[in-house]
């Protein structure tokens, strides 16, 4: 399947090994809406204890990847495949809150390691790449969404087999994260989005944690450092800029990646872009 014709599902996957791959990651470099899976199959040498730990490599394990750091794993000489897919493909109901669920980091890592790949995974994975280049039809997406949520359902290192709560307060968290998408960067108070949901605060505290298990401030900070981490990487602009562009002032922007990220901004970038370079001329 042409990967013009696949982005009404706003789904992919590809084999690490398909040149459409770099072609693909490309275009999409700047969508922070996307999450990312990469399933390693193996690992065709063996890297630095360095490079293994920051990227929890191994063979046969599966992992969630931030936009920053999926060149670098493109560029590794690794065999699996790599799973992209947008919120709009997470749209129905409990589906949707159930995958953002699994794709909403505990922490704020570059890289979450939910564990070796089972059997029952792996069969998952191989009937995600055959469906998804298939040719399409009427069930294409619902058959795909299905398999992405036994394929992380079936993880031994996460519990992911909570039940969710339904009804409002789902529909309130829901609403929540499509107007952070939007205002994160402009408004950081509660009730600018309470008030926009037409709930109370106290209600949208209980929405987000039952459903995401997170409070407002986690998520909020969730969602700026993976767009502080986006900017570092990829561009050049300097703290001040960033800083103002989150609409934080210089020295609240460091100390926020320095609790959570423990390094400095320019320490960061540095480290990155470093392990980036270092993967591009070994391997």
């Not at 493109?74 to 992209?84: E, F, K």
């Not at 795909?144 to 409002?168: D, E, F, I, W, Y």
Request: with cysteine; net charge negative.
């Amino acid at each position: 399947m042409a990967m013009e014709d696949s982005n009404s599902m706003n789904f992919w996957i590809f084999s690490l090994d398909d040149p459409e791959l770099y072609h693909f990651y490309t275009a999409q470099a700047g969508n922070t809406s996307l999450y990312y899976a990469l399933c390693v199959d193996e690992c065709l040498q063996d890297f630095s204890p360095l490079t293994k730990e920051v990227m929890h490599l191994r063979n046969n394990c599966l992992l969630l990847v931030d936009h920053y750091l999926v060149p670098v794993f493109c560029q590794m000489p690794l065999t699996g495949y790599l799973i992209a897919l947008t919120e709009t493909f997470c749209e129905l109901d409990e589906v949707k809150a159930l995958l953002k669920l699994i794709f909403f980091h505990n922490t704020p890592e570059g890289v979450i390691d939910l564990g070796l790949i089972s059997e029952e995974q792996r069969k998952c994975i191989n009937l995600l790449y055959d469906e998804f280049h298939n040719a399409h039809d009427d069930l294409q997406v619902a058959v795909l969404r299905n398999l992405v949520l036994n394929l992380l359902l079936l993880s031994p290192a996460r519990n992911l087999n909570k039940p969710l709560k339904s009804g409002h307060l789902l529909s309130y968290a829901l609403q929540f994260m499509s107007l952070l998408n939007q205002y994160a960067f402009q408004e950081k108070k509660k009730d600018f989005y309470a008030e926009k949901i037409g709930i109370t605060e106290k209600t949208l505290t209980h929405a987000l944690k039952v459903i995401y298990n997170r409070t407002f401030r986690e998520i909020l900070i969730y969602k700026t450092l993976i767009e502080a981490m986006q900017i570092l990487v990829f561009t050049d602009k300097n703290v001040a800029q960033i800083a103002h562009e989150l609409n934080y002032d210089a020295s609240g922007f460091s100390k926020l990646l320095l609790k959570w990220k423990k390094m400095y901004p320019k320490d960061l970038r540095i480290e990155y872009r470093k392990l980036a370079n270092h993967v591009e001329n070994n391997y």
